[in-house]
């Protein structure tokens, strides 16, 4: 009986319904999504995060060098940076000034010394060492570095073998944090598979893991740790003790996760759609993965996004008391071992710097799960 | 309250015989057993040449012929009926030498940093929780979200650091090094005291950020409750009023956690001895394991894990008697 045209209705009113219509046709994901995005500190951190999971993945082609490329003119040298000016006057090119190594009339240790009269520009993809992209595109091309193929760039300064202190927190970032995920990934998997048969089952089973989840819990966790790392034979290759460690960091990480899972599959076991599933016939794996697992996916996301830095903590923990990875492999916590004492700290500060990549990995982790926990929450709208 | 208890201690005693058994486990790990090792440390550098004969002679004498199933009720029972660890072979003495009164150091730093803990964050979270959204609050949120993202071990490495720098002082240690072999005496005891705030302040970090959010959570909880809104009616000063109402209820997750935060305190003790350089139980739990003094490594690991299930039992018992809405027995 009314005639008005759609067009007709083009107002805010009409505006205001389909934004209130697509916020109720929205999927779970894209409502969280949506709460998600609205947590600024939250999105600062995933973007923190990703830049430093990006640098890992191309670790090869940010650092200018490689792990273990040794720079014998600079030992202990402090961080090069890059600059616009000198007494010589400005450039529009970033610069830095060449090192000539001289002995030190006291000691008679050579040392180097910044050369100010002699200018190395810096440059965006200058050609350098041969490596693997992602471990097949091979490239002899980095993020940046100097023009003089002889000269090198240290932005973060070397240390006592001249080693570039930036490439190798590169190359650490990617270890640290791949253990992270895998670690995570290995506990995430029991968690499920623990949690669920105790939740799934209840009564006799329920109680038997509950003690053996209680023993795993009771136990310290990082001389636990400790106990399991240092039964790994000294003879064994870095892969094998990179892998052993992820081993070892997921296989106690689980209890938390497990008790999650296991409780709130416990709660809705007598709700009418399991008993539904149950009673058409469907195999306990398909009842909790397809039907129970879903209703909190959201919060066992947040758990997982918590659980990350622990094992960061813990890997970094282990390495830097020499219970962990071990050199030549490179991570936080194996950088961190040559700044043990207040000596190295005072002398060469710059070793310190891959404690600020622990600090703002797990910060990170912890305001993304945060801003997560408010997202997935569904009932953080109604307040 | 009787049956309670006594079933909180069979349930311990389950846990422990359970945890007993995970860290024998740990110790049989090492490739190599404890003969291997032995022949080697008494006989490297020595010239003598050792075969496998002499070996397996050591095995026999040790009793490390035994299944594994024998080894450990040899192990457990002798702890149990008389408290005997084993042998320390880095030391050439039993276990029980070696740790002796480490454990009473041990026990000093875990309650220094509990209290520390507590007593700096009950009041903070029941301040922050009451100033909701001030600039305090904010601050005090920053702080903690710190708390848990500066490992105690680099913090133990700065504080060491500015220590040194500021007032060129040699911060580690638990004595002075006039008092280290020292018998104990009183000034002994004080130096003990001038050295421990220092190790418990870097180990209550992260207890702190930690319980400093608890407590600020179940208090903004606690506040919004009828039962303070009715009382500040009633013209109820507002002192006692936070303290008698939401203060003594949200007190109760802080409580249940005390065994926590003793696992906590426990799991980052070893790390932080190392970084401050105390040579007590942490740091030699470090040096068994780096030497693979497994006897030594497992008996510390037990002690640790039975403090923490204990102090895990006290505060049942705690929250128990503060909260009277918890079943007993249920």
């Not at chain 1, 100097?146 to 970032?173: E, M, N, Q």
Request: with cysteine.
């Amino acid at each position: 009986m009314s005639d008005v045209t759609p067009d007709k209705l083009n107002t805010a009113d009409e505006r205001e319904r389909q934004k209130r219509l697509k916020y109720y046709s929205a999927s779970q994901w894209t409502l969280i999504w949506w709460r998600f995005r609205r947590h600024r500190t939250a999105m600062i951190a995933s973007a923190i995060l990703g830049l430093m999971a990006l640098m890992g993945v191309f670790a090869e082609f940010v650092a200018p060098y490689g792990p273990t490329t040794r720079d014998a003119r600079y030992l202990d040298g402090p961080p090069q940076i890059p600059m616009f000016c000198d007494q010589n006057g400005c450039s529009w090119q970033p610069f830095v000034h060449g090192v000539t190594t001289q002995r030190d009339p006291v000691t008679l240790r050579s040392v180097s010394v910044p050369d100010p009269e002699s200018r190395i520009y810096v440059v965006l993809f200058p050609a350098g060492e041969d490596v693997e992209l992602l471990g097949f595109i091979p490239t002899n091309r980095h993020l940046f570095g100097l023009d003089d193929p002889d000269a090198k760039l240290h932005i973060w300064g070397t240390d006592s073998l001249g080693r570039d202190v930036f490439s190798r927190t590169v190359y650490a970032t990617r270890t640290s944090l791949s253990i992270g995920v895998l670690g995570v990934l290995i506990s995430f998997v029991l968690a499920l598979m623990i949690g669920g048969v105790a939740g799934y089952a209840g009564g006799m089973t329920d109680n038997v893991i509950q003690r053996g989840t209680e023993v795993v819990r009771v136990v310290p966790i990082i001389p636990l740790y400790m106990g399991l790392s240092a039964a790994m034979p000294k003879e064994w290759s870095t892969t094998q003790v990179y892998f052993t460690m992820t081993l070892i960091l997921g296989l106690f990480g689980w209890p938390t996760l497990a008790r999650r899972i296991r409780s709130q599959l416990l709660s809705i076991r007598g709700e009418d759609y399991v008993v539904a599933a149950r009673l058409a016939g469907a195999r306990p794996s398909r009842i909790i993965g397809h039907h129970m697992l879903p209703s909190f996916t959201g919060f066992i996301i947040v758990d997982l996004v918590i659980s990350f830095p622990y094992m960061i903590l813990a890997e970094t923990a282990l390495s830097f008391v020499g219970l962990g990875l071990r050199p030549p492999t490179v991570s936080w916590g194996v950088l961190l071992q040559e700044a043990q004492s207040v000596r190295v700290i005072e002398q060469t500060p710059w070793l310190f710097i891959p404690a600020a990549f622990v600090v703002v990995a797990v910060l990170a982790f912890t305001v993304i799960g945060d801003g997560l926990r408010d997202a997935a929450d569904p009932y953080s709208e109604a307040r | 309250m009787l049956r309670f208890v006594l079933e909180r201690l069979v349930g311990m005693a389950i846990t422990m015989l359970l945890v007993s058994m995970m860290v024998f486990v740990i110790m049989e790990l090492p490739p190599g057993d404890y003969a291997d090792r032995y022949a080697f440390r008494k006989y490297s550098g020595t010239g003598v040449s050792v075969t496998e004969a002499d070996v397996q002679a050591i095995r026999v004498e040790l009793g490390l012929d035994q299944p594994m199933v024998v080894r450990y009720f040899d192990w457990i029972g002798g702890i149990v009926l008389h408290g005997d660890f084993g042998q320390a072979f880095a030391f050439e003495t039993s276990v029980v030498n070696v740790i002796g009164d480490k454990v009473w150091l041990t026990l000093a730093i875990l309650f220094t940093t509990l209290i520390i803990t507590y007593v700096i964050s009950i009041p903070i979270g029941i301040y922050a929780a009451v100033k909701r959204g001030s600039a305090a609050d904010y601050g005090l949120t920053i702080f903690s979200y710190l708390g848990l993202a500066l490992p105690n071990f680099l913090l133990a490495l700065i504080l060491l650091y500015f220590a040194n720098r500021w007032f060129e002082a040699d911060i580690g240690g638990l004595f002075s090094s006039q008092y280290k072999d020292a018998p104990w005496s009183l000034a002994k005891l004080w130096d003990l005291v001038a050295h421990l705030w220092l190790p418990a302040v870097v180990l209550a970090w992260s207890a702190v950020a930690y319980q400093i959010q608890t407590m600020r959570a179940t208090m903004s909880d606690e506040l919004n409750r009828l039962s303070v809104t009715a009382a500040r009616a009633r013209g109820v000063p507002e002192g006692k009023l936070l303290w008698k109402y939401p203060a003594r209820l949200a007190i109760n997750p802080v409580v249940s956690t005390i065994g926590f935060d003793v696992n906590r305190i426990f799991s980052e003790l070893p790390i932080v001895a190392a970084v401050l350089g105390l040579t007590e139980l942490g740091e030699l739990l470090l040096r068994a394991y780096l030497d693979l003094d497994m006897y030594v490594a497992g008996a510390i690991l037990l002690l640790l894990t039975f403090i923490i299930v204990f102090m895990n039992f006290i505060s049942d018992i705690l929250l128990a008697w503060l909260d009277p809405r918890i079943k007993l027995g249920a």
